[in-house]
Nanobody, 121 residues
Framework: QVQLVESGGGLVQPGGSLRLSCAAS????????MGWYRQAPGKQRELVAS???????NYLDSVKGRFTVSRDNAKNTVYLQMNSLKPEDTAVYYC???????????????WGQGTQVTVSS
């Protein structure tokens, strides 16, 4: 089975930085798109950033210029560098990956367990 393991969440002050990591492990043929979603209390989940296997990125408008998503294909890992953090960035951040476990297996979506990011004084 495939597992996504997240790390890097925590408590930071406004204006601070945090780097999230998510490593996919298990039997994996190919990962196509990896990304990060977040969900704040009482709000819907939203896509924060994503990156394709061709390194094409997509960002939520409110994080453009502050967040950077990247990936290390050799390590099956995606990162989210978060700078100039604001209180409104506070949420549970979830790693997401679209992948095939083998060439005869259909595309599947996997989720990490979520990591809490809190931006507060």
């Amino acid at each position: 089975q495939v597992q996504l393991v997240e790390s890097g969440g925590g408590l930071v002050q406004p204006g601070g930085s945090l780097r999230l990591s998510c490593a996919a492990s298990g039997s994996i043929f190919r990962i196509y798109t990896m990304g990060w979603y977040r969900q704040a209390p009482g709000k819907q989940r939203e896509l924060v950033a994503s990156i394709t296997s061709g390194s094409k990125t997509n960002y939520l408008d409110s994080v453009k210029g502050r967040f950077t998503v990247s990936r290390d294909n050799a390590k099956n890992t995606v990162y989210l560098q978060m700078n100039s953090l604001k209180p409104e960035d506070t949420a549970v951040y979830y790693c997401n990956a679209q992948l095939q476990r083998s060439w005869v297996t259909a595309m599947e979506t996997y989720w990490g367990q979520g990591t809490q990011v809190t931006v507060s004084s």
